[in-house]
Nanobody, 124 residues
């Protein structure tokens, strides 16, 4: 049984940095891309960053480029999302997901397993 769990969300000030972690377990889940999404109140869930099974290939949404860094450690079965220079518009529930692809154009449609999300609130 595959399990995906995010943690590390909290309230921070604008300009702060925050690292989210995602613990993944279960059969074959190491073969999937591990991606990050977020959903703000009243908005659709959107892709933020993705990393392929090897950790070499990555993709970012425009809103994340230059500020966020995604990585994965297959030995630890963990992905991290480092977020720098956070802005109030980054406030959302952040989700980790295992998917068959890591790219923005296809990741959402190809998610196989979702985590339950972790709340990030950026205060002005």
């Amino acid at each position: 049984q595959v399990q995906v769990a995010e943690f590390g969300g909290r309230a921070v000030q604008a300009g702060d940095s925050l690292t989210l972690s995602c613990a993944v377990s279960g059969p074959t889940v190491g073969n999937y891309a591990w991606n990050w999404f977020r959903q703000a109140p009243g908005k659709e869930r959107q892709f933020i960053a993705g990393v392929n099974w090897s950790g070499v290939l990555k993709d970012y949404a425009d809103s994340a480029k230059g500020r966020f860094t995604v990585s994965r450690d297959n030995a630890q079965m963990r992905s991290t999302l480092l977020m720098n220079d956070l802005k109030p518009e980054d406030t959302a529930v952040y989700y980790c997901a295992a998917a068959s692809t890591y790219t923005e154009d296809k990741a959402l449609a190809n998610v196989r397993y979702w985590g339950h999300g972790t709340q990030v609130t950026v205060l002005e």
